[in-house]
Nanobody, 121 residues
Framework: QVQLVESGGGLVQAGGSLRLSCAAS????????MGWFRQAPGKEREFVSA????????YYADSVKGRFTISRDNANNMVYLQMNSLKPEDTAVYYC??????????????WGQGTQVTVSS
């Protein structure tokens, strides 16, 4: 089992920045690919970004490429999503996710409870 807890969401103006954090715990954590999904009101959950543990490969949805950066701290079992140049369309609940491979479709093997990000225009 892997437990994931997100934090760092909030309200920000368009053009602003936020950093989301995900604290992970559980067994064999270093085996998992970590990532983020989001769900906007009235829409399905969509892939945002992912990062592997072994070779630090990163993956991004086209809609966030160049604006969002995923990173991780192996020693402390943390994953981060730095979000810059935020747009109103980035408004969503953001979910931290874990799986044994890069997963771009919901659901991943594990996910957290989500954190709300609201971008005002």
């Amino acid at each position: 089992q892997v437990q994931l807890v997100e934090s760092g969401g909030g309200l920000v103006q368009a053009g602003g920045s936020l950093r989301l954090s995900c604290a992970a715990s559980g067994r064999a954590f270093s085996s998992y690919v970590m990532g983020w999904f989001r769900q906007a009101p009235g829409k399905e959950r969509e892939f945002v970004s992912a990062i592997t543990w072994s070779n630090y490969n990163t993956y991004y949805a086209d809609s966030v490429k160049g604006r969002f950066t995923i990173s991780r701290d192996n020693a402390n079992n943390m994953v981060y999503l730095q979000m810059n140049s935020l747009k109103p369309e980035d408004t969503a609940v953001y979910y931290c996710a874990a799986d044994l491979k890069v997963v771009r479709a919901w659901p991943p093997a594990y996910w957290g409870q989500g954190t709300q990000v609201t971008v005002s225009s």
